[in-house]
């Protein structure tokens, strides 16, 4: 498989003090990769680098092409979805409007697009008149995903979707992003369950103080390994 | 009957003060930035309405484009002079340079136009008409039909086109739209030209029956700023009832007691507002579950 996404040197941060350091990292088109580690690892950076909402320097690929300097919107246009971690739906706005506000300009593609985001999680068909903020925290994290499709990424951001949800609603989150991921769509997922992350990722990165530790098939993946990734040592 | 009449009076001019407070609270949504600048770009569309008159010589609705089309690059101009270059400095930057935009466009419109009242022509006619025993001024029915059909239209292109909802997504959460795709810079520049033509707009439709003065619009903010308050402050339908109830609150206590008591009086009210209930009387129930 070709490299959908290159990494090389990558380091970024906050004010000055960085939370990534010299990250290099590939993903190949259609992969799902699990980004591991414990809190502070510089997980979240590492997708906001990417998307372009923290300031980073290194060098960034999607399929060959330079990243460096694209603002987020041109980035999310080059095909990189983003999933925040909080979720992050627009609060006033109904469901479809959510939907609809990260499609397509052509109406009858986002239309189109709107369908399959329904088809994937019916219960937003239910509620799509209903303002966002009405939604339950599972409904509101599948409306964050399907937000991020109607953009038809090639690379799926994914920041802690599990996060704050039920056991079943994050199985089920889970077996949606599996779903995605047969499509042929590459998938990030930063998450802080490894064992959970590590079902839907053949493969898994871990990340420890804003450094990569550890990168392998998911499957190889040592106890050991994850321990020194969460808790050091 | 005399209540009806002060309604009709009281409704006219609440659907001017309408506009001012929707271009206010638009660009405040967008931005977070309080645009001190707004009432001086309603002064600036009555006069602008004024210079251009003697130019159309049609009906002053013949104005309204024109009015609507350069009070929007005057927006933009405003946008990208007094805003973007401000935008990551603390948010009393944009405070004080919007206070400067206003005070420049003030002195500006003084060194063109001289201090003294103007008037703009009227929308259609200046006849008055009985309707059921009510003197009902053309103007004011113009002033009602052509404020209610912008801010229509703008409700209309806010729900539902694509551009209102980018725009909205902008004003709720400027980030997570770019992430969306959304192009924010472009949506705040929209914004800016928006909230300019509707003062504009106001301003053309206030100059007839008000007069319009390099000044005036020292008042006109004041009246924003309260109807967002009365309203909750970053709602949209609220800032526009809240600019109704303010007018209807002006007329009715000015023709009982006077001008300055209703201001007094109408002061008063928006402190005990602040004071008791800052979410205004229509505060949003917007909120994240989790």
Known sequence: MSALLSIRGLSAGYGGADALDDVSLDLAAGETVALLGANGAGKSTLLKALIGLVPARGELRLDGADLGGLATEARVRRGIGYVPEGRRVFPGMSVRDNLEVA??????????????????????????RESAWRLSGGQQQMLSLGRALMGRPRLLLLDEPSLGLS???????????????????????????AARALTVAPRAVLLRLGRVVGDGLAAAVSEQALHAAFFGG | MAALQLLVNGVALG?????????????????????????????????????VAPLIPLPGIALLPVVLVLMAALGLVLALAAYLPLRRRPPVSVFISTIAVG???QNGAAILFGPEPRAAP????????????????????????????????????????????????????????RACGVPVTA??????????????????LLANRYFVTPTSGGDLILKAYIAVTVGGWGSVPGAVVGALLIALFEVGVSSVLSYPVALGALYLTLLAILVLRPQGLFGEAVRRRG
């Open chain 2, 15 to 51: 659907a001017a003060y309408a506009l001012v407070a929707l271009g206010f609270v638009l660009v405040l949504n967008a931005t977070s930035a309080v645009n001190f600048a707004q009432g001086d770009l309603v002064m600036a569309g009555g006069l602008l309405a004024v210079a």
């Open chain 1, 167 to 193: 056991p079943k609603l994050a199985d089920e989150l889970f077996a949606a992003v599996r779903n995605i991921a047969e499509t042929g769509t590459a998938v990030l997922l930063a998450e802080q369950s």
């Open chain 1, 103 to 128: 499609g397509r300009s052509a109406a009858r593609d986002r239309a189109q697009d709107v369908e399959r985001v329904f088809a994937l999680f019916p219960d937003l068909a239910f509620k799509s």
């Open chain 2, 122 to 177: 009227p929308l259609f006619g200046d006849d008055t008409l009985h309707i059921a025993g009510l003197a009902v001024p053309e103007q004011s029915l113009a002033i009602v039909a052509v404020a209610g059909l912008l801010i229509g239209a703008q409700q209309w292109v806010f729900a539902r086109t694509q551009l209102g909802r980018r725009l909205r997504a902008t004003a709720q959460d400027p980030e997570m739209a």
């Open chain 2, 103 to 105: 005070i420049i466009l």
């Open chain 2, 187 to 204: 949506m705040i520049l929209v914004t800016f030209a928006i909230g300019a033509a509707c003062a504009g707009a106001a301003g053309l």
